[in-house]
Protein backbone atom coordinates (compact mmCIF):
# COMPACT_ATOMS: atom_id res chain seq x y z
CA UNK A 1 0.00 0.00 0.00
CA UNK A 2 0.93 3.48 -0.46
CA UNK A 3 1.03 6.45 1.81
CA UNK A 4 1.65 9.85 1.96
CA UNK A 5 3.34 12.13 5.20
CA UNK A 6 3.37 15.16 5.34
CA UNK A 7 4.87 16.03 9.08
CA UNK A 8 4.27 19.78 8.96
CA UNK A 9 0.51 20.94 9.71
CA UNK A 10 0.99 24.62 9.73
CA UNK A 11 4.03 26.50 8.17
CA UNK A 12 4.45 30.41 7.95
CA UNK A 13 6.59 32.52 5.77
CA UNK A 14 6.93 35.69 4.91
CA UNK A 15 6.38 37.59 1.41
CA UNK A 16 9.02 37.57 -0.63
CA UNK A 17 10.50 34.95 1.19
CA UNK A 18 11.33 31.55 0.26
CA UNK A 19 9.60 28.49 2.40
CA UNK A 20 9.54 24.69 1.96
CA UNK A 21 6.99 22.13 2.17
CA UNK A 22 8.28 18.33 3.58
CA UNK A 23 6.42 15.31 2.26
CA UNK A 24 7.78 11.79 2.35
CA UNK A 25 5.76 8.90 0.61
CA UNK A 26 6.28 5.00 0.43
CA UNK A 27 5.21 2.95 -2.23
CA UNK A 28 5.81 -0.26 -3.13
CA UNK A 29 5.49 0.36 -7.20
CA UNK A 30 8.17 1.09 -9.86
CA UNK A 31 5.91 3.17 -11.84
CA UNK A 32 4.80 6.30 -10.02
CA UNK A 33 4.00 10.00 -10.22
CA UNK A 34 3.83 12.77 -7.41
CA UNK A 35 1.85 16.06 -7.51
CA UNK A 36 1.67 19.05 -5.11
CA UNK A 37 -1.34 20.35 -5.15
CA UNK A 38 -3.16 23.66 -4.16
CA UNK A 39 -6.07 24.25 -2.08
CA UNK A 40 -7.25 27.71 -1.10
CA UNK A 41 -10.79 28.55 0.96
CA UNK A 42 -12.78 28.04 -2.38
CA UNK A 43 -11.71 24.48 -1.94
CA UNK A 44 -10.97 24.07 -5.36
CA UNK A 45 -7.70 21.76 -6.19
CA UNK A 46 -5.28 23.07 -8.30
CA UNK A 47 -2.41 21.51 -9.35
CA UNK A 48 1.03 23.33 -8.47
CA UNK A 49 3.82 20.85 -9.88
CA UNK A 50 4.41 17.62 -10.76
CA UNK A 51 6.97 14.62 -10.73
CA UNK A 52 7.37 11.33 -12.35
CA UNK A 53 9.41 9.29 -10.46
CA UNK A 54 11.31 7.95 -13.57
CA UNK A 55 12.80 11.35 -13.94
CA UNK A 56 15.77 12.28 -12.13
CA UNK A 57 15.76 15.89 -12.59
CA UNK A 58 13.54 18.03 -10.02
CA UNK A 59 10.86 19.54 -11.36
CA UNK A 60 10.11 23.28 -11.32
CA UNK A 61 7.23 25.87 -12.94
CA UNK A 62 7.87 29.42 -12.17
CA UNK A 63 8.39 30.07 -8.45
CA UNK A 64 7.58 26.66 -7.60
CA UNK A 65 10.13 23.54 -7.31
CA UNK A 66 10.56 20.40 -5.63
CA UNK A 67 13.41 18.25 -4.38
CA UNK A 68 12.95 14.84 -5.52
CA UNK A 69 14.85 12.13 -3.70
CA UNK A 70 13.82 8.98 -4.84
CA UNK A 71 15.77 6.54 -2.43
CA UNK A 72 15.00 8.56 0.43
CA UNK A 73 10.99 8.66 -1.12
CA UNK A 74 11.77 12.48 -0.47
CA UNK A 75 9.37 14.90 -2.01
CA UNK A 76 9.50 18.63 -0.77
CA UNK A 77 7.84 21.46 -2.54
CA UNK A 78 10.17 25.18 -2.32
CA UNK A 79 7.97 28.36 -3.07
CA UNK A 80 10.74 30.93 -3.59
CA UNK A 81 9.74 34.48 -3.67
CA UNK A 82 6.17 33.51 -1.68
CA UNK A 83 2.79 36.12 -2.68
CA UNK A 84 -0.09 36.96 -0.38
CA UNK A 85 -1.73 34.36 -3.27
CA UNK A 86 0.06 31.57 -2.20
CA UNK A 87 -1.90 31.29 1.05
CA UNK A 88 -3.78 27.97 1.23
CA UNK A 89 -3.64 23.97 2.23
CA UNK A 90 -1.28 22.16 0.14
CA UNK A 91 -1.26 18.43 -0.26
CA UNK A 92 1.16 16.62 -1.74
CA UNK A 93 -0.04 12.67 -3.85
CA UNK A 94 0.92 9.81 -5.11
CA UNK A 95 -0.32 8.41 -8.14
CA UNK A 96 0.42 4.80 -8.26
CA UNK A 97 0.11 3.51 -12.16
CA UNK A 98 -0.42 -0.32 -11.02
CA UNK A 99 -3.05 0.74 -8.30
CA UNK A 100 -4.56 3.14 -10.10
CA UNK A 101 -5.06 5.24 -7.07
CA UNK A 102 -4.39 9.22 -6.05
CA UNK A 103 -3.29 8.72 -2.37
CA UNK A 104 -3.16 12.44 -0.46
CA UNK A 105 -0.94 13.18 2.45
CA UNK A 106 -2.46 15.07 5.50
CA UNK A 107 -1.63 18.57 4.33
CA UNK A 108 0.15 21.47 5.48
CA UNK A 109 -1.51 24.86 5.67
CA UNK A 110 0.50 27.82 4.91
CA UNK A 111 0.48 31.42 5.70
CA UNK A 112 1.90 34.21 4.18
CA UNK A 113 2.73 37.49 6.39
CA UNK A 114 2.62 40.54 4.42
CA UNK B 1 -5.53 23.08 -16.75
CA UNK B 2 -8.70 20.77 -18.54
CA UNK B 3 -12.40 21.52 -16.76
CA UNK B 4 -13.95 18.96 -14.42
CA UNK B 5 -17.37 19.92 -13.44
CA UNK B 6 -19.08 18.41 -10.36
CA UNK B 7 -22.64 19.33 -10.13
CA UNK B 8 -24.40 20.31 -7.49
CA UNK B 9 -22.06 22.20 -5.85
CA UNK B 10 -24.30 22.08 -2.36
CA UNK B 11 -27.70 20.41 -1.49
CA UNK B 12 -29.25 19.80 1.85
CA UNK B 13 -31.23 16.26 1.51
CA UNK B 14 -33.68 14.58 4.28
CA UNK B 15 -32.49 11.92 6.35
CA UNK B 16 -33.23 8.58 4.58
CA UNK B 17 -33.62 10.13 1.24
CA UNK B 18 -30.61 9.39 -1.45
CA UNK B 19 -29.01 12.09 -3.35
CA UNK B 20 -26.76 11.94 -6.60
CA UNK B 21 -23.48 13.61 -7.40
CA UNK B 22 -22.72 14.07 -11.20
CA UNK B 23 -18.76 14.71 -12.00
CA UNK B 24 -18.27 15.91 -16.29
CA UNK B 25 -14.90 16.14 -17.31
CA UNK B 26 -15.55 19.04 -20.43
CA UNK B 27 -12.82 18.71 -22.68
CA UNK B 28 -11.51 15.21 -22.15
CA UNK B 29 -11.84 11.66 -22.05
CA UNK B 30 -11.77 10.41 -18.27
CA UNK B 31 -10.73 7.05 -18.49
CA UNK B 32 -10.04 7.03 -14.47
CA UNK B 33 -12.87 9.15 -11.84
CA UNK B 34 -11.36 8.97 -8.10
CA UNK B 35 -14.02 9.99 -5.62
CA UNK B 36 -12.95 11.36 -2.07
CA UNK B 37 -14.30 12.70 1.04
CA UNK B 38 -12.95 15.56 2.89
CA UNK B 39 -13.77 16.45 6.62
CA UNK B 40 -13.65 20.14 7.49
CA UNK B 41 -9.10 20.64 7.48
CA UNK B 42 -8.53 17.40 6.26
CA UNK B 43 -7.12 15.58 3.99
CA UNK B 44 -8.76 14.20 0.85
CA UNK B 45 -9.88 10.59 1.87
CA UNK B 46 -10.24 8.38 -1.36
CA UNK B 47 -13.49 6.70 -0.78
CA UNK B 48 -13.68 4.66 -4.47
CA UNK B 49 -11.95 4.60 -7.92
CA UNK B 50 -13.62 3.64 -11.20
CA UNK B 51 -12.64 3.56 -14.92
CA UNK B 52 -15.38 3.75 -17.51
CA UNK B 53 -17.35 0.73 -18.27
CA UNK B 54 -16.02 -1.30 -15.30
CA UNK B 55 -17.03 -1.49 -11.76
CA UNK B 56 -16.10 1.10 -9.23
CA UNK B 57 -13.21 -0.57 -6.99
CA UNK B 58 -13.71 0.76 -2.85
CA UNK B 59 -11.41 1.58 -0.64
CA UNK B 60 -11.48 -0.38 3.03
CA UNK B 61 -14.01 1.07 5.17
CA UNK B 62 -16.61 2.75 2.37
CA UNK B 63 -19.65 0.88 2.01
CA UNK B 64 -20.14 0.15 -1.40
CA UNK B 65 -24.01 -0.09 -0.80
CA UNK B 66 -24.47 3.57 0.41
CA UNK B 67 -22.06 5.32 -1.95
CA UNK B 68 -22.94 4.04 -5.14
CA UNK B 69 -20.80 4.93 -8.13
CA UNK B 70 -21.69 4.44 -11.80
CA UNK B 71 -19.10 5.64 -14.43
CA UNK B 72 -21.19 4.81 -17.54
CA UNK B 73 -18.99 6.78 -19.90
CA UNK B 74 -15.87 8.39 -20.45
CA UNK B 75 -17.20 12.00 -19.83
CA UNK B 76 -19.52 11.29 -16.78
CA UNK B 77 -19.38 9.61 -13.34
CA UNK B 78 -21.91 9.73 -10.70
CA UNK B 79 -22.01 9.04 -6.83
CA UNK B 80 -25.33 7.97 -4.83
CA UNK B 81 -25.66 8.60 -1.23
CA UNK B 82 -28.30 6.17 -0.68
CA UNK B 83 -30.25 6.30 2.38
CA UNK B 84 -28.54 9.45 3.76
CA UNK B 85 -27.69 10.14 7.70
CA UNK B 86 -26.53 13.25 9.24
CA UNK B 87 -23.20 11.55 9.91
CA UNK B 88 -22.83 11.49 5.89
CA UNK B 89 -22.83 15.37 5.45
CA UNK B 90 -19.66 16.35 3.96
CA UNK B 91 -17.79 17.75 1.24
CA UNK B 92 -16.94 15.54 -1.33
CA UNK B 93 -14.43 16.14 -4.31
CA UNK B 94 -14.43 14.02 -7.83
CA UNK B 95 -11.14 13.83 -9.76
CA UNK B 96 -10.90 12.68 -13.40
CA UNK B 97 -8.20 11.32 -14.76
CA UNK B 98 -6.82 10.59 -18.53
CA UNK B 99 -5.34 7.66 -19.85
CA UNK B 100 -1.56 6.74 -19.87
CA UNK B 101 1.28 8.73 -18.73
CA UNK B 102 2.07 11.21 -15.97
CA UNK B 103 -1.49 12.74 -16.53
CA UNK B 104 -2.67 14.83 -13.42
CA UNK B 105 -5.83 14.62 -12.29
CA UNK B 106 -8.41 17.74 -12.63
CA UNK B 107 -10.66 18.22 -9.35
CA UNK B 108 -14.21 19.60 -9.46
CA UNK B 109 -15.55 22.06 -7.45
CA UNK B 110 -16.56 19.97 -4.69
CA UNK B 111 -20.07 19.24 -2.95
CA UNK B 112 -21.30 19.82 -0.24
CA UNK B 113 -23.57 17.27 1.34
CA UNK B 114 -25.37 18.82 4.58
CA UNK B 115 -28.18 15.70 6.04
CA UNK B 116 -30.91 17.41 7.92
Known amino acids: AQTVTQSQPEMSVQEAETVTLSCTYDTSESDYYLFWYKQPPSRQMILVIR??????QNATENRFSVNFQKAAKSFSLKISDSQLGDAAMYFC???????????FGTGTLLAVQP | GAVVSQHPSWVICKSGTSVKIECRSLDFQATTMFWYRQFPKQSLMLMATSNEGSKATYEQGVEKDKFLINHASLTLSTLTVTSAHPEDSSFYICSARGGGGPREAFFGQGTRLTVV
Open chain 1, 93 to 103: AHYGGATNKLI
Open chain 1, 51 to 56: QEAYKQ
